[in-house]
């Protein structure tokens, strides 16, 4: 598969794994989890009072890079999806992780833009036919365009990501 495009999702959880999403993808009718990867935040299992540092902004594989996603209708073809474990504010590991992971596949890969890096909510601005009613990944991904183009640092970045989440 030729990687033309990333797609950033959330999970709209406030915890979970990729074990979990492929639970809920399989009860959806998906023979597997359709994200490619899932960056954790340490929340497992509902137990909200523990975060395990040691997995904040840890990567968890979904499905095989070569493989087709099932992520975002219209783009799976050619497209890898990423998911955050969070709903509406993530943390500075998980932004961290994303930000590397996409200059990784971008360096490794080289078939990519950073301006082929997009939101879940974007794909009706690619093409209407595919619009979709979410908000996910629930961030602004113009601004994180911007940290991938080293023209916005990370904690300028989580400023802007808890102002967006208010108007939400």
Not at 16 to 35: C, M, P, Q, T
Not at 74 to 97: P, R, W, Y
Not at 112 to 139: R, W
């Amino acid at each position: 598969m030729k990687v033309e495009k990333i797609f950033v999702h959330c999970s709209a959880s406030r915890w979970g794994n990729s074990l979990v999403i492929d639970e809920w993808h399989k009860a959806r009718g998906f023979d597997k989890i359709g994200y490619h990867f899932v960056i954790s935040n340490g929340l497992y299992q509902g137990n909200q009072k523990t975060r395990f540092s040691f997995a904040n902004g840890s990567i968890e594989a979904g499905r095989s890079v070569d493989s087709i996603g099932a992520h975002t209708v219209g783009f799976n073809q050619n497209s890898l999806g990423i998911c955050l474990i969070g709903d509406k504010v993530f943390t500075k590991e998980q932004i961290e992780t994303l930000y590397n992971m996409i200059v990784a596949l971008k360096n490794q890969l080289g078939t990519f833009t950073f301006s082929d890096v997009h939101g879940h909510y974007e794909a009706g601005l690619l093409n209407p036919k595919f619009a979709v009613q979410k908000t996910c990944p629930n961030m602004p991904m113009d601004k994180f365009r911007l940290v991938l183009e080293n023209k916005l640092s990370i904690d300028d970045f989580l400023i802007a990501q808890v102002a967006y989440a208010k108007n939400l």
